[in-house]
């Protein structure tokens, strides 16, 4: 269809709403809506009755038609804004004699006029006395709890209808309608509420037996504090006089000590007529067949909640559904707490659409077909997808009577899935429980706990004290002294031991007496553990631990002799300042974080033919770098004697490591200084180019090449470069660990070393390691070695 000029576009569906919902969900849905939808007709039809009393006053009071006075009805409802069934309780009840002396209610303002009026155009029969607003409202409300009760097509509708009440009383937490059954007890019937009911079965006991109201303030009990119990009594027919017989009883329970005026109370106990006339309505029909009935007589005596369906066929004859044709008291609760009131007149698509349509309909339509009972262990409800009240867990079992089945099942309750919990809790961590019974010498143990010891259930549980059969002969003892500070001096225990048929596995038992009011120890519960794996981890851990400590022990007892080496290498101060026409100050420096050594070195001495100046690096670290380190310090030194000059000397070095320390590798830069001339001639070997600072600090990297590291190819010739030197020059060796950094780059390094001569002395080494230092933001990831030579003469 086109749209019209100037007709707004209507927005695109979002993706999610492009999306269907699964088949499950828009089943659940409908359903969910379905019952919404029911139990509002049904509410409705509860209230109706009561409408039509109020209707009724109003056509003999001011002479209406019943839809003039239903529309005054509506009108005056939707001014004062109460609930139509409100306004007909209070019209009506302003007409009715309370129970015994007067009670009323509150109401607004113009409905109290109204019902004045109406009071006071009464033809044929006095006003009732005139009663205060709170009476007004009590007497409201037991006009439409009573008009409700006697329209309720099950007692759980009963009880729901009692616990939604609360104008005059606290709202009651537990609500439970019991019936006297054919063996003259009490059978609860329809309840509310999810507390423990225990109270209210007492206190419906004592009433029954005295045949009175029983009122408890407080009970002392944590659940329901406070417990009113009314006696039902037993009407034979619609107009009938209550009977001296007893049908029933009506408990209502707070779980707040509760407190009810006497009127209160007194409308509260005036409720047992409306609920005995209803159950007086049975059908003689209706009790005849449940009593003549065998499996209505089993089902009742079952305490799981049992239900017999029968089958819904379509045109065909094929089975659709199955409807509830019978539930026995607990079936009846479990179904109106999971699925309404009314769960119990549907059938079993209506209260679980996904699981009776997904499973339970083609399993009970087997059992009806073959006559095989079926047994469904877990069978999950998700209220998500049958639209439910809750979800749970139940086992469920079927079987054939006659042209039904019947269905038994039992809801897996949080004490059942914790205890499957806590016996997969055991078997994962190999740990059983045991109890141990003092004074019968009765002993229980979890299923773990025979696993552990290899015993059989068939075989039954062992006292601690006659567990030596289990216990290795040396840790009997240490056994026994635990048991007996347990049992002497009411102490908790831990002891281990080995089990006598398998040394190797371990037992962890631990323990804690029982005492009871004496103060004296009648029993001992624990747990045992197999920590076998443990001790096995921790003795593992243990030789780690201690190969470990002997590993830091020797690369301690390296690093100590490595760094002993090193400064055995390194010049003296004697040696330094014995260098003629120079002054040479050097500093070879580990980092602290390493804790290790490397092959770092520097070597200053003068022979024949100058000075020499050496700065190299081994790869590697700790002793056998510094051996290495050791072995090139004296080849440089016999070749210098030699008369070689820088080049040719790292070429005799590179030879002499390739053949003797194959794999070997080294960086060097080797300087001669020849006082005569004032000439530095200079060669290297994978180090960088050393640093010339003039007198007035200008910095200048000496130009020439750099050849591979020694040993790391053979037949290489080195070459040296020549550079004179005036009064007051300085020059730098170094090795890369100076200005090298994982964080930041070379050329960062270089640029302050180049320009360290605008804040600090040269001639200090420490002064111009710390600078670099501080000025890159990190300690060395190396060890370092520099050597500053400054012409004096």
């Not at 049992?306 to 065909?316: F, G, K, N, Q």
């Not at 003892?477 to 281990?496: K, S």
């Not at 830091?552 to 290498?569: F, I, N, V």
């Not at 060669?683 to 010339?692: C, E, I, K, S």
């Amino acid at each position: 269809m086109k749209k019209q000029a100037g007709q707004a576009a209507e927005p695109a569906p979002s993706p999610d709403e492009q999306v269907p919902a699964e088949p499950t969900e828009a089943l659940a849905s409908v359903v969910a809506r379905l019952r919404d939808e029911l139990s509002g007709m049904r509410r409705a039809m509860r209230n109706r009755a009561v409408i039509e009393q109020a209707k009724g006053v109003l056509v003999e009071r001011l002479g209406v038609t019943p839809d003039d006075a239903f529309d005054q009805l509506v009108r005056l409802s939707q001014r004062t804004n109460i609930k139509l069934a409100e306004v007909a309780a209070a019209l009506v009840g302003a007409t009715a004699p309370a129970p015994d002396p007067e009670h009323g209610a509150f109401l607004d303002d113009e409905l109290g006029q109204y019902l004045a009026r109406a009071r006071s155009g009464a033809r044929r029969h006095p006003a009732p006395p005139a009663r205060e607003p709170a009476a007004e409202a009590l007497q409201a409300q037991h006009q439409l709890l009573a008009a409700r009760i006697t329209t309720a097509r099950e007692y759980p509708q009963i009880a729901e209808t009692i616990a939604e009440a609360s104008t005059g009383w606290p709202h009651p937490d537990a609500v439970l309608v019991l019936l006297r059954d054919p063996a003259d007890a009490l059978s609860p019937v329809g309840g509310y509420g999810t507390v423990d009911a225990a109270p209210l079965a007492r206190a419906a006991g004592d009433a029954f037996a005295r045949h009175d109201t029983v009122w408890l303030a407080d009970t002392g009990d944590t659940a329901l504090r406070s417990v009113l119990a009314v006696p039902l009594p037993a009407y034979r027919g619609p107009e009938s006089r209550p009977e001296a017989e007893q049908v029933g009883v009506l408990a209502i329970g707070w779980a707040k000590p509760a407190t009810l005026t006497d009127d209160a109370h007194r409308y509260l106990v005036a409720l047992a007529e409306p609920i005995g006339r209803r159950v007086g309505r049975l059908s003689a029909a209706d009790l005849a067949g449940a009593a003549d009935d065998p499996v209505r007589t089993v089902l009742d005596s079952v305490p799981d909640p049992a239900a017999l369906l029968t089958a819904v066929r379509d045109d065909e004859g094929r089975v659709v559904d199955f409807r509830y044709e019978y539930t026995n008291t607990a079936a009846a609760g479990e179904l109106t707490g999971l699925a309404g009131p009314d769960a119990t007149e549907r059938t079993l698509l209506a209260v679980l659409p996904d699981t009776g349509s997904r499973l339970l309909l083609g399993e009970f339509a087997k059992v009806l077909a073959d006559g095989t009972p079926c047994h469904l262990g877990d069978v999950t409800v998700d209220a998500a997808a049958d639209g439910t009240e809750h979800s749970l867990v139940a086992q469920v079992n079927a079987a054939r009577v006659g042209e039904s089945v019947l269905v038994v099942w039992r809801t897996r309750t949080d004490a059942d899935l914790l205890y499957d919990q806590l016996l997969q809790a055991e078997r994962i961590g190999r740990i059983g429980s045991f109890w141990w019974n003092l004074r019968t010498g009765e002993a229980r143990w979890s299923p773990e706990l025979y696993r552990l010891f290899g015993r059989t259930e068939a075989e039954g549980a062992l006292p601690l004290s006659d567990g030596e059969a289990y216990v290795h002969d040396d840790d009997w003892y240490a056994v026994q002294e635990a048991i007996r500070g347990a049992l002497l001096a009411g102490r908790a225990f831990t002891v281990e031991h080995r089990l006598a048929d398998a040394p190797g596995r371990r037992l962890r038992v631990s323990g804690e007496p029982e005492f009871d009011a004496d103060g004296a120890v009648w029993a001992i519960r624990g747990t045992v553990q197999d920590v076998t794996s443990e001790r096995a981890v921790e003795s593992q851990l243990r030789r780690a631990q201690e190969a470990l400590a002997a590993q830091r022990q020797r690369l301690a007892a390296e690093s100590r002799a490595a760094e002993t080496m090193r400064d055995a290498l390194l010049p003296t101060d004697p040696e330094l300042t014995t260098t003629p026409g120079v002054a040479v100050a050097g500093l070879c420096r580990s980092p602290e974080s390493t804790g290790r050594v490397a092959g770092d070195w520097y070597d200053v001495f003068a022979t024949g033919t100058g000075t020499y100046l050496v700065v190299g690096d081994v790869t590697g670290s700790g002793l056998a770098a510094t051996v290495a380190a050791a072995r090139l310090r004296n080849a440089v030194r016999a070749y210098a004697v030699l008369g070689m000059a820088p080049g040719e000397l790292l070429t005799a070095l590179n030879r002499m490591v390739g053949e003797l320390a194959g794999g070997q590798l080294a960086t060097l830069v080797v300087a001669r200084y020849s006082p005569d001339g004032h000439v530095l001639q200079w060669a290297a070997a994978g180090q960088a180019a050393p640093v010339r600072y003039a007198p007035d600090g200008r910095p200048a990297v000496l130009t020439g090449p750099l050849g591979l590291p020694v040993g790391a190819a053979p037949d290489i010739a080195y070459e040296e470069t020549t550079v004179d030197l005036g009064a007051g020059d300085r020059v730098l060796l170094y090795t890369d660990g100076l200005v090298v950094r994982r964080d930041r780059t070379l050329a960062s390094g270089l640029d302050v070393l180049l320009h360290a001569a605008e804040h600090i002395d040269l001639a200090d080494p420490t002064a111009l390691v710390d600078h670099v230092t501080d000025s890159l933001g990190s300690a060395p990831d190396d060890d370092l070695c520099v050597i500053v030579a400054t012409r004096t003469v």
